[in-house]
């Protein structure tokens, strides 16, 4: 969805399937797009291909939060892990690495920063 909606939010279409190159035509409207292959997600979305059709063109009724937006923005940008923080634990696990930032800040003259106490 989160894709699909670019063209709209760059104000080039009003609608996803105006845009020539949107999954859209596929997911949604039953176009034959011989380059795409169901994604397992949306094949969860209904039990056959009408239900899921109806599924996904109800997720285009809403808009997604701009806080949700900035998140996505940031985690890609950034090569964090977008999710919950169980999904998160999970994956620095398997991977050893960090998957979300360090927190910044904090009071840089206080002795518990420099190390005094």
């Not at 964090?80 to 398997?94: A, C, H, P, S, T």
């Not at 800040?105 to 106490?117: A, N, Q, T």
Request: glycine residues 6%; aromatic residues 10%.
């Amino acid at each position: 969805m989160y894709i699909e909606l670019n063209p709209v939010r760059a104000n080039m279409v009003e609608h996803p399937a105006e845009y020539p190159w949107s999954s859209y035509h596929s997911n949604a409207l039953n176009k034959d797009v011989a380059l795409l292959s169901p994604h397992h997600c949306y094949q969860s979305l209904g039990k056959n291909k009408e239900a899921r059709k109806q599924a996904y063109k109800y997720l285009f009724k809403h808009h997604i939060p701009e806080l949700t937006l900035q998140e996505i923005r940031d985690a890609t940008n950034k090569a964090w892990v977008l999710g919950e923080n169980r999904f998160k634990q999970q994956i620095e696990q398997q991977t050893g690495r960090r998957a979300v930032p360090l927190a910044r800040g904090g009071d840089r003259k206080s002795k518990g920063f420099k190390g005094i106490i």
